[in-house]
Nanobody, 120 residues
Framework: QVQLVESGGGLVQAGGSLRLSCATS????????MGWFRQAPGKEREFVAAISRSGARTYYTDSVRGRFTISRNNVKNTVYLQMNSLKPEDTAVYYC?????????????WGQGTQVTVSS
């Protein structure tokens, strides 16, 4: 069992930055590919970014590529999402997730989410 706890969300003006963190329990963090997803009000949850077990490979949805950066620290058992040049349309609840398989899923474990609100 893997427990995931997100932090770092908040309210920011358009053009600003936030860094989300996802701390995980257990000593098997490096065995999981990790991903970030988001869900805006009235919309389905969507993929944002993913990273392989070693961190060598990263993946992004087109709308965030070049603005967001996913990274991980396998010593601290934490995955990060650095979000720059934020836009109002980035407003959503952001979830981290762990995959025992490929970085593009399926995902086995999910965090509780952290709210990101970008004001115009």
């Amino acid at each position: 069992q893997v427990q995931l706890v997100e932090s770092g969300g908040g309210l920011v003006q358009a053009g600003g930055s936030l860094r989300l963190s996802c701390a995980t329990s257990g000593r098997t963090f490096s065995m999981y590919a990790m991903g970030w997803f988001r869900q805006a009000p009235g919309k389905e949850r969507e993929f944002v970014a993913a990273i392989s077990r070693s961190g060598a490979r990263t993946y992004y949805t087109d709308s965030v590529r070049g603005r967001f950066t996913i990274s991980r620290n396998n010593v601290k058992n934490t995955v990060y999402l650095q979000m720059n040049s934020l836009k109002p349309e980035d407003t959503a609840v952001y979830y981290c997730a762990a995959s025992g398989g490929a970085p593009m899923g399926p995902y086995d474990y999910w965090g509780q989410g952290t709210q990101v609100t970008v004001s115009s």
